[in-house]
C-alpha cells in the first residue's frame, strides 16, 4: 500500500504557474503508474496527466496539453505536475493517484488504486 501527499497548491492569477507535488510512502512510488487528476465545483472529476513507472511515457487531456508537465523523481518517491499559462478554468482541487495496472499509463480515474487528499489550485481572473 501507498500514501500519497500533495501540496503547491494555492491561489495565482491568470497565467501564473504553480508546481504540485505528491509524495507517496509506504511503498516505492516506482512500483506505480501515477496520475494527477482534478475536479472543479459541481464537475466529475477528470484526468489532467499520467505518467509511467520509469516516466518515459506521459499522456495529457486536451485542456492541459501545451501547458502542464507531469514529472517524477522515483529516487525521491514524488511526483510532480508543473501548471503553465493557468486559466481561471484550471481552477479545482487536484488530486494525485497512485496505479499498480500493467499498462504502461491509466488514463481511467477506475484504474487507480490509491488516492491523495488533493490540493486546492485557484486562478483568479
Known amino acids: 500500500q501507498v500514501q500519497l501527499v500533495e501540496s503547491g497548491g494555492g491561489l495565482v492569477q491568470a497565467g501564473g504557474s504553480l508546481r504540485l507535488s505528491c509524495a507517496a510512502s509506504?511503498?516505492?512510488?516506482?512500483?506505480?503508474?501515477m496520475g494527477w487528476f482534478r475536479q472543479a465545483p459541481g464537475k466529475e472529476r477528470e484526468l489532467a496527466a499520467t505518467?509511467?513507472?520509469?516516466?518515459?511515457?506521459?499522456y495529457y487531456s486536451e485542456s492541459v496539453r501545451g501547458r502542464f508537465t507531469i514529472s517524477r523523481d522515483n529516487a525521491k518517491n514524488t511526483v510532480y505536475l508543473q501548471l503553465n499559462s493557468l486559466k481561471p478554468e484550471d481552477t479545482a482541487v487536484y488530486y494525485c493517484?497512485?496505479?499498480?495496472?500493467?499498462?504502461?499509463?491509466?488514463?481511467?480515474?477506475?484504474?487507480?488504486?490509491?488516492w491523495g487528499q488533493g490540493t486546492q489550485v485557484t486562478v483568479s481572473s
Open positions: 493517484a497512485a496505479s499498480k495496472s500493467l499498462s504502461a499509463i491509466m488514463t481511467s480515474s477506475s484504474g487507480y488504486d490509491y
Open positions: 509506504g511503498r516505492t512510488a516506482s512500483m506505480y503508474v
Open positions: 505518467i509511467s513507472r520509469s516516466g518515459i511515457s506521459t
